[in-house]
Every structure is written in C-alpha cells, then in structure tokens.
C-alpha cells in the first residue's frame, strides 16, 4: 500500500520564476493538505482541497494556489518566487470524517530552494 | 505569540533515560492534540493522538493533556539512539476538515 508520493524531491529555481510540486495521497485518502517547512521551524499550514475544492487556507499569499484532480492528487503552485519561499514542502493526506479528524500521513517533502 | 510554543532544544540525553517533551498553546478550541516525529530529511509521522484531556500510552510512549493549563506532554521511557529525531507537538479543533497548527519541534538526540 504506497503511502504519500511527493515528486519532485528537490528543486531550484530563480527568484520570480514559478513552479509546480505534485503529490499523490495515500490509498483510501480523499483530502490533501499542504504545509510549507522552513529550516528549524514546524510545519506552517498552507490550504486543504477536498472534492476539488479548496476548503481552508491558511496564511499565505495568492502566490500560492493549489489544485485537486478527480483521482485526488493534488498540485501546489508557487508563482514569483522569492527567496523567502525555500522551505520543505509538505504534502499530507487524510480522509475527511464527519465527526471526527482524519489524522494526517505526510510525504517526504519537496526540497525547494530560491535563489 | 504563536499560538502553539514548544521549546526548540536541542535535547541531548543518555540511552535509558526518560524523555519529557512538552508544549504550550493558547487556543482553547483545540481538542485533538498530537505528536509527530519527524526523522532527518523525512516527513513527519504520527506517534500519538488524543482527543480532549486525559493520557494515553502506547508502549514506551506516554501522552498527557491538560486542557485546563493548555499544556500537552510527551514522555518516553526507556529512550533508545532510534528515538533521536524532532518532536513536533500538533493540534486542532474538531470538524472534518481540519487544518493542523504545529509547534517549531524539539530536536532530540539520545547518546549511547
């Protein structure tokens, strides 16, 4: 059973470029969340797509879009890049519960860094 | 202030000792609290999860709540060179769709 497959693994691109990381949840899941990590910091909460939609997002800029495909795979999309947005990127997958929290299984991350 | 503090270590500690992580939060509509371990060039891991206060264990793992003092616990026991890696204590509130608030993580080396 694969779990979350995030690709690619590390990435480096130049300030005001864009770039585009993938994710495919884990079998069964049906939510994807993105989370942005910097060096030495916890996970930050980006946004959560569930049935194709954006459901909650957190602190960060329109730069930062997402998509969420009919066979739950998702993509995260960073335009204008600045040198502020190196970070590990996290793809977590869950399965949304009416009642109770879907906990989270998280990929190894894409390593992204601006330059 | 950030809504979830845990202090960042670096906690070094000799193999067989017991392990005491802790974090703060400010946000008392949290009501799922958990841990992940997060190895070296690794995503997180969930090790613990607990709904509302009370504690939970699992194996040499122990879990605390206190909801009344926003204040969660993690002990280990037995603490072995495996367990060396990042803490991050994670909260939420309830509802399916849930966005997870994470602490920095404490960064833990267990010497042999």
């Known amino acids: 059973d694969a779990g979350v497959t995030q690709s690619p693994t590390h990435l480096i691109k130049t300030r005001g470029q864009q770039v585009t990381l993938r994710c495919s949840p884990k079998?069964?899941?049906?939510?994807v969340s993105w989370y942005q990590q910097a060096l030495g910091q916890g996970p930050q909460f980006i946004f959560q797509?569930?049935?194709?939609?954006?459901?909650q997002r957190g602190n960060f800029p329109d730069r930062f879009s997402g998509h969420q495909f009919p066979n739950y795979s998702s993509e995260l999309n960073v335009n204008a890049l600045l040198l502020g947005d190196s970070a590990l990127y996290l793809c977590?997958?869950?399965?949304?519960?009416?009642?109770?929290?879907?906990?989270?299984?998280f990929g190894n991350g894409t390593r992204l860094t601006v330059t | 202030q950030k809504e979830v503090e845990q202090d960042p270590g670096p906690l070094s500690v000799p193999e067989g000792a017991i392990v005491s992580l802790n974090c703060t939060y400010s946000?008392?509509?949290?009501?799922?609290f958990m841990w992940y371990r997060q190895y070296s060039r690794k995503g997180p891991e969930l090790l613990m999860y607990?709904?509302?206060?009370g504690n939970k264990e699992d194996g040499r793992f122990t879990a605390q709540v206190d909801k009344s003092s926003k204040y969660i616990s993690l002990f280990i026991r037995d603490s072995q060179p495996s367990d060396s890696a990042t803490y991050l204590c994670?909260?939420?509130?309830?509802?399916?769709?849930?966005?997870?608030?994470f602490g920095t993580g404490t960064k833990l080396q267990v010497i042999p």
């Open positions: 977590a997958s869950s399965l949304a519960l009416r009642d109770s929290v879907g906990t989270l299984h």
């Open positions: 079998s069964g899941h049906d939510t």
């Open positions: 797509y569930y049935e194709e939609e954006e459901r």
């Open positions: 946000n008392s509509a949290f009501q799922y």
């Open positions: 607990t709904y509302s206060s």
């Open positions: 994670a909260m939420t509130n309830s509802g399916g769709y849930q966005k997870v608030t």
